[in-house]
Every structure is written in structure tokens, then in C-alpha cells.
């Protein structure tokens, strides 16, 4: 009912959270599971995870916050991520995790598993993306979750559709039945055993009317395929999570595809190994839909109450972990800026509560997502800051980088020394005489991973910040100083973070900068 115009762009291309201390299960006997614990104690959010009340915590019992982006094309006919066919795929993962994005998910679907599939639309010109050339689907799926593990981002899957073609009210179809859905998710859950980058599988994107929640008919009710399908994941790595969205209706009230999660109250997801149920919940703006609450007079007073009632009182009375999916929105009516400010402060700022907040991934990071637009502005490289904006005080630390296993490139650590050092490039990006926007990109130049940095510069006229995201900053006079946020101080040697601003009045050229690093 309301996504079948967000896929409509991307068919032409291509056709969350957190109360208490959960138990690690048996299934840790081998050494690389030993290496997870091990560093885990040091940074949070190494090794699999597992939850506790309304918490996700890592393999040490540390509690910690998905903060994520949605990259999809794997469900899409390009059967590979989309934006390939404009840059290396390794940029664009160094790219999210400089901005403050510590999870990847990754829709895909069942096509994927066919003999016949092949990928397409990758620019190998230039040595981009040079080692996918030759590879299939799930082949170039390893190379992305391998990359995005040293880089210390972690991967959720997302079954996001039974085939390219569009998306199904219900997780299986003529074409596709539920044997087969069950069949490639343990294959994945499978081929990705022991290598805790990939931290759980979203079993089925988006289940809608006619898909019930507790009805008790087996062809309609999602909560008990969850179930079906969560315990086939499990019986062969039973150290995923399980990430289970909504329905569209329940008891006669009806919302978002796969926002609707009142069921859980009365029909909770129930596995066979415990502490691995996270519910999902999908939320949108009117760029998507129009919904009931948006005309409310109370708007947007109202919304925290209707995420409450849909979603919400899963955390907030610690029943389970929450994950909101997918959200989105063009940012450009009122109505919708209003709204994201409201769902970020529902989400809870990670500067007050820490990883005890609801876990998101933002949709998408994709421009050619037709209804929301992406992270991403349409040329594929340039960010939409005041979107991203938006997201940064909910964004969160990353992760140990590796993967879990050892001797992973990817391992953190610098036993010999070395020296820090930064480089900063500053770039207007607009400027309309009574103001301007600027970015400013930080590069660790230096031998050794950064903890910190900060950005100088002087204004040869009488220029003022006006805002700033994923940085805080002083200014005296004429003179800036700009200090990395929490999520983005960590950059590790070649690597880069951003920050961004708006400044008035415009007129201004980039002046020079200074980067001091720690």
C-alpha cells in the first residue's frame, strides 16, 4: 500500500536497543570465539551478540546501539548494490563509517540463490571496485561484509523480497515458497558462520495485509513463520540475532508496512535459544504516505504517543530490544523535518542515555530511493548534510574492527607507536550571498589511529557559524575551532571523517585550515 512508490525509482535502475545482562550461549568453544571475548572487554560491541531486556549487548555483556544506513540493489535486477556503477564499493563503506554510521543493512533477495543470477552495472573502469570483477552476488555480499568487518562496521541482512520483481504482503509466494525462504536463510546464516560482522538476518521486509500477527492461521500469521524461521537460522548458528519486523494490521488498527508490532505483547516471538529476538518496526513521513497522525492539530506532539502505542512500549517496558529498520523521508515539506526531529528525539541522544536507546537504520543511504532520497545526493558522493545533520545525536560509536577472527587485517592496535596526524579540506558547498554551507573533510596522515581531532581556521571577513553537524566548535572572533563529535573522533590511519555547517553572511572562499590530532 505505501512502498510500492518508494521502489518505484529504484526499479528503473535496479528495477534497534537495548535493559540488562543476557547469557553467552555454548557454542563459544572454538579459539576465534575466544579472540571475540577477549577484545570485546576492551572496545564494546566485539564478537556476536545477544540481548537482555531492552538491551543488545556484545560478547562481554557491554551493552551497544545500532546506528546504521540502509544500502540497497541486492533485491533490486542489478543484484549488487546500487551506486557500483559509479564509484568503488570500498569508498562508500569508508565513506558511511566517516560520517558515524556503525551498521550496514543489506536488502537482498531470493534471486540471489539462482544459478542463473548475475550481477550487473559495476564500473570496472579505473580499478574500481577491481576485485569484484568475475564474482557472483553472494560473492561480492562476502567482499562487502569482509571490508565493511575491518573497517569495524557491522552487517544485518534484510530478506527484503522473495524476488526481484517487487515486494510480497507475505514471506513466501507461488514462485517462492516457505521452504525456499527457509532454505537460503540458513544457507546465509551458514555461510557466514563465524564471522561476527554479520550480526543477524531481517527475516522478511515489510509483512502487510493480508499477514496477521497471533491469528493462528499458518499461511497468515507472520509471528509464527518468525518463528519458523528463526529457529532454522539458529539450529545452525545460534549465535545471530533475529531481527522480526511488524504487520500492517492487528485487532483492526492498522499502520506502516511492518510498523505494526501491538501483537507482541499478547503473541511474543519465542526461539529456541534465548536473547535473540530483536522486534523492527518501520516508520515513514509523508513524502512516503499520509498517515492519520499528520493532520492531528497536536502534530507532532502526538507522535511519540503513536510510536509508544505501535512500537515503542516494547522498550519502554523491556520486553526486547528495538530496531527501527527503515525511516525515511525527503526532508521537504514542514511536516516532515518536523516529524524526523521528533523520531530522533524519540530515539533517544546517544550523548544522554548512551547505547540504552532505540537502535535505527536510516533509509537510504541511496539517492535513487524515490520517495525519500538518500544520505547521498545524486551525483552518488556528495551528502545531503542537513539530512545527515538530522541524525547526529543519535549516532554511535563504532565497533572493533575484524570480524572476530584471528589475525584479521582489520585488527585494531598499533604496538610499535606511531604518530598522529591529520590533514582538513574545506569546501563551500553553496553560497547565496546572505549565507553559505560548508564541509570539511578530516584525513588521518599520520602512522597510527586517531582519538580525536580538531579543525582551526580563520575568516578573512566577519563570517559566523550559524549551525554544525557531526562536530562541535568555538569561535572567537574570527577564528574557528571545530572538535569531532563522539562517533566520528576514532578515524583510523588513511581514513577520513566529516563534519559540516552553515555560516552567514555568504561571500566567504574556503580559507586555510589546520587539523590537530591525538
Not at 368 to 380: F, P
Request: proline letters at 6%.
Amino acid at each position: 500500500m505505501f512502498r510500492s512508490l518508494r521502489r518505484a525509482l529504484c526499479a528503473a535502475a535496479a528495477a534497534l536497543l537495548l535493559p540488562l545482562a543476557g547469557v553467552q550461549t555454548a557454542a563459544h568453544a572454538d579459539p576465534a570465539a575466544a579472540v571475540d571475548r577477549a577484545a570485546a572487554a576492551a572496545a564494546p560491541g566485539a564478537g556476536y551478540w545477544h540481548t537482555s531486556g531492552r538491551q543488545i549487548l556484545d560478547a562481554a555483556g557491554q551493552p551497544v546501539r545500532i546506528a546504521g544506513i540502509n544500502w540497497f540493489g541486492f533485491e533490486t535486477a542489478n543484484y549488487t548494490p546500487h551506486g557500483l556503477w559509479a564509484r568503488d564499493y570500498k569508498s562508500m563503506i569508508d565513506q558511511m563509517k566517516s560520517l558515524g554510521y556503525n551498521t550496514i543493512r543489506l536488502p537482498y533477495s531470493d534471486d540471489l540463490f539462482k544459478s542463473g543470477t548475475v550481477p550487473n552495472s559495476i564500473d570496472f573502469s579505473g580499478g574500481k571496485n577491481a576485485d569484484l570483477q568475475g564474482l557472483g552476488s553472494l560473492q561480492i555480499m562476502d567482499r562487502i561484509v569482509a571490508y565493511a568487518g575491518q573497517g569495524g562496521l557491522k552487517v544485518v541482512l534484510d530478506r527484503h523480497r522473495p524476488d526481484a520483481a517487487g515486494q510480497s504482503a507475505l514471506w513466501y509466494t507461488s514462485a517462492v515458497p516457505e521452504s525456499t525462504w527457509i532454505a537460503n536463510l540458513k544457507a546465509l546464516a551458514t555461510r557466514y558462520q563465524g564471522n561476527s560482522t554479520v550480526i543477524g538476518i531481517d527475516l522478511h521486509n515489510e509483512p502487510h495485509d493480508p499477514a496477521c500477527w497471533g491469528c493462528g492461521d499458518t499461511t497468515r500469521d507472520w509471528r509464527l513463520a518468525a518463528q519458523r524461521a528463526g529457529n532454522a537460522i539458529l539450529s545452525v548458528n545460534p549465535e545471530l540475532l533475529v531481527f522480526v519486523e511488524g504487520v500492517q494490521t492487528f485487532n483492526g488498527v492498522s499502520g506502516w508496512w511492518g510498523g505494526n508490532l501491538m501483537g507482541v505483547a499478547q503473541y511474543p516471538v519465542q526461539l529456541d535459544v534465548p536473547n535473540r529476538v530483536v522486534y523492527s518496526a518501520h516508520d515513514y513521513a509523508t513524502s512516503v504516505a499520509q498517515q492519520s497522525w499528520f493532520s492531528d492539530p497536536s502534530f507532532p506532539a502526538n507522535m511519540p504517543g503513536i510510536w509508544d502505542k505501535y512500537w515503542g512500549y516494547i522498550f519502554k517496558q523491556n520486553i526486547a530490544p528495538v530496531w527501527v529498520g527503515e525511516f525515511g523521508t525527503t526532508l521537504q515539506s514542514t511536516i516532515d523535518q518536523k516529524w524526523l526531529a521528533a523520531l530522533v528525539s524519540y530515539l533517544r541522544p546517544t550523548s544522554t542515555y548512551g547505547a540504552d536507546s532505540i537502535s535505527w537504520t536510516f533509509w537510504s543511504w541511496n539517492p535513487n530511493s524515490g520517495d525519500t532520497g538518500g544520505i547521498l545526493k545524486d551525483d552518488w558522493t556528495a551528502v545531503d548534510t542537513v539530512k545527515d545533520g538530522y541524525l547526529a545525536s543519535v549516532k554511535a560509536p563504532g565497533f572493533p574492527s575484524g570480524g572476530g577472527g584471528p589475525g584479521d587485517p582489520g585488527d585494531p592496535g598499533d604496538p610499535g607507536g606511531g604518530t598522529a596526524a591529520c590533514t582538513a579540506a574545506y569546501t563551500v558547498g553553496s553560497d547565496w550571498g546572505g549565507g553559505f554551507n560548508a564541509d570539511v573533510k578530516v584525513t588521518n596522515s599520520g602512522t597510527t589511529a586517531l582519538k580525536s581531532w580538531k579543525v582551526t581556521w580563520t575568516w578573512p571577513g566577519a563570517q559566523k557559524v550559524t549551525s554544525m553537524w557531526n562536530a562541535s566548535y568555538t569561535q572567537s572572533g574570527s577564528t574557528v575551532v571545530a572538535s569531532n563529535a563522539d562517533h566520528n573522533g576514532a578515524v583510523a590511519v588513511g581514513a577520513s571523517a566529516s563534519f559540516g555547517f552553515g555560516g552567514a553572511p555568504g561571500g566567504g572562499g574556503a580559507p586555510a585550515v589546520s587539523c590537530t590530532a591525538t
